[in-house]
């Protein structure tokens, strides 16, 4: 059984476009769930306990962007030792 009392340390591991400026290529949203899945099944395997999903879409010139992220919020009992400490940012 899972207690979110358990969650010590949280990842936020954003999987799409946030950001009109800097579009995600797909490689990087690859990497993104490469990322998610090692946090998934890797030991110490961590739970999602939160979802955002984004949606934007934006007029730039007579072009329609259309920006999509999934933020998944991954919790452990602690900060996995493959995990970089990034300060709490992803």
Known sequence: ?????DVGYVKRIVVG????EKLSSQAQVEDELALLNRCLSDSPRGRIIGIEKNFSLLNIGEHQVVLQAQIYHVGFARRPYWLPDDGGQS
């Not at 059984?1 to 009392?5: I, K, P, R």
């Open 17 to 20: 476009s946030t950001d009109p």
């Open 1 to 5: 059984m899972f207690d979110l009392t």
